[in-house]
T-cell receptor
Framework: DVKVTQSSRYLVKRTGEKVFLECVQD?????MFWYRQDPGLGLRLIYF???????EKGDIPEGYSVSREKKERFSLILESASTNQTSMYLC????????????FGPGTRLTVT | RKEVEQDPGPFNVPEGATVAFNCTYS??????FFWYRQDCRKEPKLLMS???SGNEDGRFTAQLNRASQYISLLIRDSKLSDSATYLC?????????????FGTGTQLKVEL
């Protein structure tokens, strides 16, 4: 069974703090993704990575950065958290190729106060 | 125009009913198509891929019309456990890998 784990289910941070969200997958997938999900807006892609040390901007990268030092781990970084970054953050991984499904982690509910 | 558009619902149907969801996409270069299911407070999970020839998995049938850029999902004999949000998903190549674009989802509530 593919397993994607995220470091926290719930997180509360203050405005201006640096926030790290960690994601680990155990299936040797090349591709990893970070999304945020908000009511009425659905899942929106923040960043993705198709190889170690490689990254691509998604649809809403502003205010975020990522790190992929190892194949199994993909980190999302909020350099200076803001209240409009309060959201559900979902990590996913997949094999390379358009036909392959993405497997999601359980999500991190981040609240920025 | 959104890249992937769905009716948000909710669709409230009685157990045993047949229900159909539709979805349109704007990128004609899209390569692959999927329906994902998301239960309340859970992560999305793949329900089924959608092929040009149409495909069926038990009570679920998915169809793709590339000319009209339209995808559908039909659920027959609805069960209470089918209550969830159904996400229409379209794949395209981005950078070195595949990128999924999600619709905002259609909510289904199956009632006794």
């Amino acid at each position: 069974d593919v397993k994607v784990t995220q470091s926290s289910r719930y997180l509360v941070k203050r405005t201006g703090e640096k926030v790290f969200l960690e994601c680990v997958q155990d299936m040797d997938h090349e591709n990893m993704f970070w999304y945020r999900q908000d009511p009425g807006l659905g899942l929106r892609l923040i960043y993705f990575s198709y190889d170690v040390k490689m990254k691509e901007k998604g649809d809403i990268p502003e205010g975020y950065s990522v790190s992929r030092e190892k194949k199994e781990r993909f980190s999302l970084i909020l350099e200076s958290a803001s209240t409009n970054q309060t959201s559900m953050y979902l990590c996913a991984s997949s094999l390379t190729g358009a036909i392959h499904e993405q497997y999601f982690g359980p999500g991190t509910r981040l609240t920025v106060t | 125009r959104k890249e992937v558009e769905q009716d948000p619902g909710p669709f409230n149907v009685p157990e045993g009913a047949t229900v159909a969801f539709n979805c349109t996409y704007s990128n004609s270069a899209s390569q692959s198509f999927f329906w994902y299911r998301q239960d309340c407070r859970k992560e999305p999970k793949l329900l089924m891929s959608v092929y040009s020839s149409g495909n069926e998995d038990g009570r679920f049938t998915a169809q793709l019309n590339r000319a009209s850029q339209y995808i559908s999902l039909l659920i027959r004999d609805s069960k209470l456990s089918d209550s969830a949000t159904y996400l229409c998903v379209v794949s395209s190549l981005g950078g070195g890998g595949n990128k999924l674009t999600f619709g905002t989802g259609t909510q289904l509530k199956v009632e006794l």
